[in-house]
C-alpha cells in the first residue's frame, strides 16, 4: 500500500502549480522522491493533464520527478457545470495498485495518496513514453503491443476473476470498489444512453453526420443490442475492469507498455476492457485515410493496426486459457469435481472465449459509435483539419461500428473481424 493519508486538518482544496509546489515542500514522502531537501535546490511543476477528468503535474526535484494527479469536483473537460466525485482519485489509486500487483511490468507504482486532496503521487513514465493515441496518429509502430497489451488483459482480468478467486475473495473485491458509483452512472450514461437520444451533450461533425447520428436514434434494433450491453455492464460483476481502456490510457515506448488512468475501475464485464482496446484501435484504423493526406501512405500502416487486434485477441486468448488451466480448481467458478474432464473443460473454456469476443466486440463497437457521436472525441479524428475527410472518416467508422453492433455474434473469430475490415 502506497503510504496514504487523510488530512482532515488540511480541508481538500484545489492546487495550481504555485500551491502545489508548497503542498509539496511539506509533504516528506513526496520532498524524499524528488530529492529536495528543504532550503536546497528548487521543485519545478508543470501541469501537462491532456485527459478530460483531472489534472497531472510533472513535479521535478534536484534528484528526481514524480507525476502528481488531483481529482477535482468537477468533470474538467465541460467544468463546473457537472460535478463528479472527486474521490475517484481514491478508485484510481486503489486500480493502480491492485493491477499494479497482478501486472508489475505494465503499471507504474503509485508512491503517495492524499485522500483528502484526492492526491495520486506516481511513477513518471519519463519520454520517450508518449500516449499510444498519439504514436498511432504519428504511424509508429510499437512491436511489443500486443504481447504487452494481450499480457496485461489476461492477467488483470484472470486473476480478479471467480475463475481463479473464492467467492468469499470475489465478493470483498466487488464490495471494495462498488462506491465507484459516479463514475460508473457517467459511461452508463455517455456510452450506452447519450448517443440513442437527443442531449445537449452529443455533438458530431455537422452537418455533415446530421442523417447518421438520426439514424442512430432511431435505429431500433441497435437500441435493443445497447441495452443488452448496458444491461451487462451495469449488473455483471465479473472481473475487476480498468473501466477506461481507451489509447488514451496507455503510454508505450518500442519496448514499454504502460496502462494508466483506471479511476472508472471496478467489477464488471471483463469485455468492457477488452472492447475498449480494440475499439480504440479499430477508431485509429479509420482515422489513417484521414491523415494519408496530409504525408505518405498510410496502407502499411492500416494494415499493422489490423494486425493489433488480431494478435491482441489471439494472444489474450491463449495466455488466459493457459492461465485458467493452470490455476483449474483454484477458484470457485468451475468446481473440478463436476469438470475434472479434459475435454470437458476445455468446452467450458471454449464456450467462454467465444462469449467473451463476442461481448467485446459489441463493447468495442458501442465505443466507436460515442466517440463520434457523443460528447467524448477522440485526437485521431478530431485531428483531421479537412471537415469532409474527417467527415468521410467519422461515417465509416460509424458504419462499421453499427455493423459490428448488431451482428457482433456472427464473427467465429477475430480473422473473420479483420476481414470485415480489411474489406471497407
Ligand atoms: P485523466 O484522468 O484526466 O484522463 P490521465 O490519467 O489520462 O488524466 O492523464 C492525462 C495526461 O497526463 C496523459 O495523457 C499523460 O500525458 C500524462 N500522464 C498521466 N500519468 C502520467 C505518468 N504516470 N507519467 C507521465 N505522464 C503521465
Ligand atoms: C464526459 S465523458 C468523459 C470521458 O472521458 C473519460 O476518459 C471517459 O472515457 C469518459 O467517458
Ligand atoms: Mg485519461
Known amino acids: ?109 503509485v508512491f503517495f495518496f492524499d485522500r483528502t486532496m484526492a492526491l495520486i503521487a506516481m511513477r513518471y513514465l519519463k519520454p520517450p513514453h508518449i500516449i499510444l493515441r498519439k504514436g498511432l496518429i504519428a ?121 494508466i488512468d483506471p479511476e472508472f475501475a471496478f467489477y464488471g464485464p471483463m469485455g468492457f476492457d477488452i472492447g475498449a482496446f480494440l475499439g480504440n484501435l479499430m477508431l485509429a484504423f479509420f482515422a489513417q485515410d484521414g491523415h494519408a493526406k496530409m504525408d505518405a501512405d498510410r496502407e502499411q500502416y492500416k494494415k499493422w493496426i489490423l494486425k493489433m487486434v488480431v494478435d491482441t485477441w489471439n494472444l489474450f486468448q491463449k495466455k488466459f486459457v493457459s492461465l485458467w488451466t493452470e490455476h483449474f480448481g483454484s477458484g470457485e467458478a468451475y468446481p473440478p469435481e463436476i469438470y475434472n474432464d479434459p475435454k470437458l473443460l476445455q468446452q467450458v473454456q471454449s464456450e467462454y472465449t467465444k462469449d467473451l469476443l463476442h461481448e467485446s466486440l459489441g463493447f468495442g463497437a458501442a465505443k466507436m459509435i460515442r466517440r463520434i457521436v457523443g460528447i467524448a472525441h477522440v485526437e485521431d479524428l478530431e485531428s483531421i483539419a479537412d471537415v469532409s475527410l474527417r467527415a468521410h472518416c467519422e461515417r465509416r467508422a460509424l458504419g462499421f461500428a453499427v455493423m459490428l453492433l448488431k451482428e457482433r455474434r456472427r464473427f467465429r473469430s477475430i480473422e473473420e473481424v479483420n476481414d470485415a475490415l480489411a474489406s471497407r
Open 139 to 259: 504511424c509508429i509502430e510499437y512491436p511489443l503491443l500486443a504481447e504487452h497489451m494481450s499480457e496485461f488483459l489476461a492477467r488483470t482480468l484472470f486473476f480478479t476473476s471467480l475463475l481463479y478467486n473464492s467467492t468469499t475473495d470475489h465478493r470483498r473485491g466487488v464490495a471494495e470498489f462498488c462506491g465507484n458509483v459516479e463514475l460508473c452512472r457517467l459511461t452508463e450514461q455517455v456510452i450506452f444512453s447519450d448517443p440513442y437520444k437527443v442531449t445537449q451533450h452529443n455533438r458530431w461533425t455537422a452537418p455533415h453526420l446530421d442523417e447518421d447520428a438520426r439514424a442512430i436514434r432511431e435505429d431500433g434494433s441497435l437500441k435493443l443490442e445497447i441495452a443488452g450491453l448496458k444491461s451487462m455492464f451495469c449488473e455483471r460483476s465479473q472481473a475487476l475492469i480498468h473501466g477506461d481502456l481507451h489509447t488514451g490510457s496507455i503510454m508505450v515506448t518500442v519496448d514499454s507498455t504502460q496502462v
Open 1 to 109: 500500500m502506497p503510504q496514504t493519508i487523510l488530512s482532515p486538518d488540511r480541508p481538500f482544496r484545489p492546487l495550481d502549480e504555485t500551491q502545489l509546489v508548497d503542498y509539496i515542500k511539506s509533504t516528506l514522502v513526496i520532498r524524499e522522491l524528488i530529492g529536495f531537501d528543504s532550503g536546497k535546490g528548487v521543485i519545478d511543476v508543470k501541469e501537462v493533464g491532456d485527459g478530460n477528468l483531472n489534472f497531472v503535474y510533472i513535479v521535478a526535484g534536484p534528484s528526481g520527478s514524480v507525476v502528481v494527479k488531483q481529482a477535482l469536483p468537477y468533470i474538467r473537460c465541460v467544468g463546473e457545470s457537472w460535478p463528479m466525485s472527486k474521490d475517484r482519485a481514491y478508485y484510481e489509486m486503489l486500480g493502480l495498485k491492485k493491477q499494479g500487483e497482478i501486472c508489475p511490468g505494465h503499471v507504474p507504482e
